[in-house]
Every structure is written in C-alpha cells, then in structure tokens.
C-alpha cells in the first residue's frame, strides 16, 4: 500500500504537531507518522512544560517571547474546540535567583531590547517576597557525597529578577492534542503506532517513508521532528556526517515533593545551586537540573534502551539542592519523579534547517527547552519549507520570518545545521 501526501512528518510530540497545523495552513497535504499511540506521549509527555523568556542570546529570547505570547492566546491560536478542551498557560512568573558566577545583564539586555519586563530584586525583596527562601549562598553547585555540600560561600546570593511573563503549560499532552486537532480541522492526518524504518530517496530528493509493516508513505518533504531518535531518523536518512551540529540523546530526571506551605509558589530557576523548581498540581512541586558540571551526564546511544527508573542518586543531588534553599521541604521517603530523555545539539540551540538532501527538513535538538517555543516552531519550519521548495537558496540567503505578535524578525539562519557550535549558549537546559 502506498499513500502521496505534500509533507511527512515524522513524530508527533509538540513540535511535530506545531508543524503539522502551520503546513496545513499554508495549504499542504500532511501526515504525522508516529510510533507511539498519541501525539505528546514520547518526550513531550515528560516535559516540565515551562514557559519562560530569558535565553543566553537573543535570538532565543525574542522566539520565546514571542512564543509566550501565543500560549496566553492559545484557543485563539488553536482555532477550533478540541473535545477535551484546551491546555492553559499557568502564570506563576519566574524568580531567577543568581549566583557569584553569573549576573545576568547579558539576558537582561535582551529583554531591554525587546521590551520584556522585569524587575530586580536585592536580597531584602526577595525574602520578603519569597519568605520560605534561605538566601544564602551556596555556589558552585555541589553534590551531597560531597564534602563541602551545604556549606555556605556568602552571607547571601547576589539577588534575584523577577520576570512576570513565564509559567508552565498544565497539560502538555494535551497542548499536543490541541495542535493535532487544529491540524485535522485544516486537512492533516495522523498515523499512530506507526515506526519509520526507512528513509527512500529518488534522483537526489527525499522520496517517502517506509514503515516497519512495510507500507511506503510517498511525500516530496519529509521532516524530522522526531525528539530524542532524531539522530537515528538522520542516520536513515544518510546526512548524519554533513552537518556541523549534531544532536544526541541525553537521559534527564525531574523529582516531585510536597509544596511548601506559601500563597505565593512561583517558578523558581536558581542558579546559585543549579536547580529549579515549579508547582504541580495537587499542592506538590516539581524539581530539576540545571546541569551544573556537578551532574553527570549520561548520553544513551539506543533512545528505546535506557533506565527509565528514578535514580537514588539524582533524587538526593536534585531534591537536597533544593532543600539547601527551601529549608523546610517535605522530603518523602520514597522518590518519585521521571526519568525521560532529552534531545540535545552540541550547543543546546535547536536546528531548524533544510538538509543536504532535498526535500528532507530538520526540527531537531529541541527537548528540554523548546516546548515553550512551538507554536513559533511550526510557523519557522511552514516559512522555511515553502521557501526553499519554491527554489529559495537558504544556506546562502537565510529565510526570516515576521513574528505576528511581537512584531521582531527572526533570521533562521541562526538555527543552521551548518553554524558554528554558539559559544554564547549556556550549555545547558537554560539554552
């Protein structure tokens, strides 16, 4: 059996989805292939759905503000009812308390130059605001076994900003719900319990897909949003070896605890000891890594083979951490939390490109902090395909796209299979 569609989409996370609903807007045929019985059951699913703005360039920060402000207009974006309703965007705001090491001003900037607001708290404003906050300062980030943990640096941390426009998305699934459902209302399809084994070519060009029955799905696009088996997709697709950024596999942690007793919980991205934090539902927080060099990291070669079991290890460097600022935390006996995997570039900036081969689009290195950043995704990933399969030259005149809300103009050529490794990144989950 062989189905012809304008564009496959492989995977059918948050991004996949995104780029399926701005595709099918511009008027193509699409289908989302995945292997997985849902859309946003993969990775998606185990994202701590955060939205926030301050990225470690520009170009990060203008495309989550951007983004931001399509989450706060989500059924407006989406633009029909989904049976299930629509996720929303919970404004917590975000606290970033800062560190020795790093003040900021640089992220700051951008959000002078993009009119983001903010404010800057001493120390006095943040235990006034954040009264179950120790202030003390603690940096560098330690692990229990070690030492030194809990031993104090400074009298205090150097402060805290507070920026208003951040939160969580409650229900990322369904957020990958809605835009699935957005999508269909325009003309895309979706296959489910679906795997791509293979990536068929003719004449220089993508030609389709096969899938592990053994049906070929006929498309002159293919797009790779496949999450953490975005490597293996390009292996398949033999351009694993002519890019200049690549992307791994890396297995990720996030613990659970009681809430503290507090009217105010807000997100909580805390430098000082390279943890953050946000409320859950059910009067329960979440806990993560910032990936300070204290964390290891561990890179998995086969993303359908790793330790899907919270580690008692992490459990104690992340939610210890975290009691070193919140003292009075609940610390259950028993962890629980998620371990998942994210799908990282070697500078933690994503790639949205074209590929060496033609007709063949990457929207990859997106796990960890991009959830935030799809609605814009999909439209960057809409421009750029009808762009380049008009005959338009991207890897010499990069595309741009207008962002309908803000009004800045992003240059995708910042996200370039072929830049540089960006040594303004922060290396790490903050992007």
């Known amino acids: 059996m062989t189905d012809r569609y304008d564009a496959i989409i492989i995977g059918a996370g948050i991004i996949g989805a995104g780029i399926a ?3 099918s807007k511009k008027g193509y045929r699409t289908v989302n292939v995945d292997k997985l019985a849902a859309a946003g059951e993969g990775s998606t699913g185990a994202t701590c759905a955060i939205v926030r703005t301050h990225y470690s360039t520009w170009d990060g920060t203008a495309l989550a503000y951007e983004s931001f402000r399509h989450w706060q207009d989500w059924p407006g974006y989406l633009e029909v009812e989904d049976e299930r309703g629509p996720a929303r965007l919970i404004e917590t705001g975000l606290v970033i308390i800062r560190s020795a090491q790093r003040s900021f001003k640089k992220e700051l900037g951008f959000h002078d130059q993009l009119g983001i607001p903010y404010e800057e708290w001493d120390v006095a404003t943040l235990q006034a605001e954040i009264p179950f906050c120790d202030a003390t300062a603690f940096y560098p980030p330690r692990r ?13 941390v150097p402060g805290a900003i507070f920026i208003p426009a951040a939160g969580y998305v409650n229900d990322p699934q369904l957020a990958s719900h809605n835009l699935q459902r957005a999508a269909e209302a325009k003309g895309a399809k979706f296959l489910f319990d679906t795997e791509v084994v293979g990536i068929r070519r003719h004449e220089g060009r993508v030609a389709g897909v096969t899938s592990k029955s053994g049906d070929a799905i006929d498309a002159p696009v293919v797009v790779n949003a496949a999450g953490p088996h975005s490597f293996i ?3 398949m697709a033999g351009i694993d070896g002519t890019m200049k950024v690549i992307t791994r596999a890396l297995r ?3 613990h659970y605890l009681p809430a503290p007793d507090a009217e105010r919980l807000p997100f909580i991205s805390d430098d000082d000891i390279g943890g953050y934090c946000r409320p859950e539902v059910g009067h329960t927080m979440l806990i993560g890594s910032q990936d300070p060099a204290c964390d290891p990291q561990e890179w998995i070669d086969d993303p359908d083979d790793f330790n899907r079991d919270v580690t008692s290890s992490q459990w104690q460097s992340q939610v210890y951490r975290m009691a070193l600022r919140i003292p009075g935390l ?3 006996t028993h962890p629980k939390g998620i371990a998942d995997l994210y799908d990282v570039s070697d500078d933690w900036i994503p790639i949205y490109d074209r590929s060496d081969l033609g007709g063949f689009y990457l929207a990859i290195g997106t796990s960890g902090n991009q959830f935030k950043n799809a609605p814009m995704v999909g439209r960057l990933m809409a421009e750029l395909i009808a762009a380049c399969e008009a005959g338009h030259d991207h890897d010499v005149d990069a595309v741009r796209v207008r962002c309908p809300y803000t009004g800045e103009s992003l240059d995708l050529g910042f996200y370039s299979r072929n830049r540089e490794v960006n040594r303004a990144s922060s290396f790490s989950v903050l992007g």
């Open 330 to 332: 609940d610390i259950p």
């Open 252 to 254: 990720h942690e996030v």
């Open 144 to 156: 229990p076994d070690d030492e030194h943990f809990g031993d104090p640096t400074a009298q205090s």
């Open 21 to 23: 609903f701005e595709l």
């Open 233 to 235: 997709v390009n292996r």
